[in-house]
């Protein structure tokens, strides 16, 4: 099934596109663009391939994209706070895609005799297998630990030893993996290729079950990356270069996402995947009693009323409260009185890259407002109040004083360093980490206790009231 | 080797290069569009599947590309889709949103 010029022409114009349709994506004055490149790439790719003489069964393949349409639509409205379980479902539907394509190819490459599967391809199907299964269990599990399935652990489950049983999966899928390279044509070849299939789901899923809920943003960033390795190696089983380059603009998509995520924890992927993190910190600090110092919501109106810079902090306690559109109220309300609002975004906060971005701008709050975490903490010490909504972990100041704490190094927001805080906190429970908030115990802060929609409703109704008209 | 594969890799190589090139440019505010578009560009694995499924062989190969029709055009739809209503969302204070 050679290609013609026509189909390798068509090829071309579509992997260009799909660079164009990332390069688009830079600024949020082109990203639209870049979405119109992406379906146009894709639309050239599914037309010219299906042209090809060579297909002959088009009801098969009008029934497939049907179906794919009815799942897909749906699957493009969830609320955006479910974007991240979403994001790691549709890994999993990639992973399945190219292990389920690599599947077929090496089967019937065995049915139709030796000379089809030389050695080159064997290793471009056993590694889309490979990669191609892993991604589709393991992004089921964590999609499931993102949307809280009762049965599935949030917590991270180890067990001793738990390293050296996956080091053992691996390298009998490895041996297994060397033995149809060999000899693929040998009769037991499809047995030993099953069994590989089978290692590489039951490998996705052990990797992730000891995994906890603050590294998800790092799981699905490499999920993604190997959803894209898996696309790769489909374009080298089939000689095929669009697969290579979409493939390797995934990968590398997911390799830089997860890059930055590491950093803003100041963690190694090495640590992420085989340290599990989120056992409870035993050591107690000092000898005092810890004592929070809560302020009521009118006392805390007071104090913003009277602010020049009020800088928000997000954490994901803000997406599970729904509290965005409240906070736009606020934002509102604070912005009446000529008060500068700012939003401090730390890269980790929320359960996957740029969640907080995401979910503030659907609050329609402009993205002009919506700040790193390197920029805002130079003018956080010019901040009049500091109002942590949900976050924890991402201002915690022991990661830059207390060598014993497990997230000790991790860049934080300063928060602690603006004149005065607030923090809406839920309950007196430490964070996902496991670890106690020096911040909540600083002199300067102050707890309003609560589910974090309600308070911040109380505060804009006590804004709204108190402030007559301006 | 089959003589393609010094080529190939080239091919891979150098569209990792240009990846790591573009991607490290995206602005931070959008990786969460980022990572659903990169989803559907990924969902190329269509290609393949359409090959498998539409070409003469045995029903339950064309079975299985079915399946992994379905997978990848579902990611092509949603991922699309659900990049596009994000992108919308994305407004400055002053000035409509498309404007330099």
Known sequence: MAMTGVTQFAYLVASVLFIFALHWMNAPATARRGVRAGVAATAIAVVFTWA?????????????????????????????????????????????????????????????????????????????CILGYLTLTGSLMAAGKLQEISWIPQRPVTYPGQNIVNLILLAVAIGLAVAVI???????????????????????FL??????????????????????????????????????????????????LAIIMCKAMNRSFINVLFGAFGQVQKVIVGGEAKVYKSETVEGAAQVLEQANLVVIIPGYGMAVAQAQHKIRELYDQLKKRGITVKFAIHPVAGRMPGHMNVLLAEADIPYTDLVEMEEINTDMPQADVALVVGANDVVNPAARTDKTSPIYGMPIIDADKARMVFAIKRSKNPGFAGIDNELYFADRTWMLFGDAKAVIGELVKQLASGSGMH | MTPDFWPTLFVFVLASLIGLGVIRRVSRLLHTPLMSI??????????????????????????????ALFASMTNIVSGFL??????????TGSKPAGEK
Do not use: C
């Open chain 1, 52 to 128: 090809q003489p060579f297909i002959i069964h088009h009801w098969w393949i009008v029934g497939a994209i049907a179906a794919g349409f009815i799942v897909g639509v749906p699957l493009s409205m969830v609320p955006l706070t479910a974007v991240p379980q979403r994001t790691a479902l549709s890994h999993a539907f990639g992973g399945a895609a190219a292990g389920l394509v690599g599947t077929a190819e090496f089967y019937l490459g065995w049915q139709e005799g030796p000379g089809h599967l030389t050695t080159f391809k064997m290793v471009a199907l056993v590694l889309e």
């Open chain 1, 182 to 204: 060999i000899n693929p044509t040998a009769p037991a070849a499809p047995l030993w290729f099953a069994i590989i299939i089978g290692l590489a789901l039951l490998f996705g």
């Open chain 1, 207 to 256: 990797l992730i079950i000891p995994i906890g809920g603050a590294d998800m943003p790092t799981v699905i960033a490499i999920l993604n990356a190997y959803a894209g390795l898996s696309a790769v190696a489909m374009g080298f089983a089939l000689d095929n270069r669009l697969l290579i380059t979409a493939g390797a603009l995934d990968g590398s998509s997911g390799l830089i």
């Open chain 2, 38 to 67: 990169t989803n559907a560009i990924s969902a190329i694995a269509v290609v393949g599947s359409i090959i498998v499924t539409g070409s003469d062989y045995p029903l339950e190969i064309r079975i299985l590309g079915a399946i």
């Open chain 2, 82 to 91: 659900i990049t596009d209503r994000m992108l919308k969302m994305f407004k």
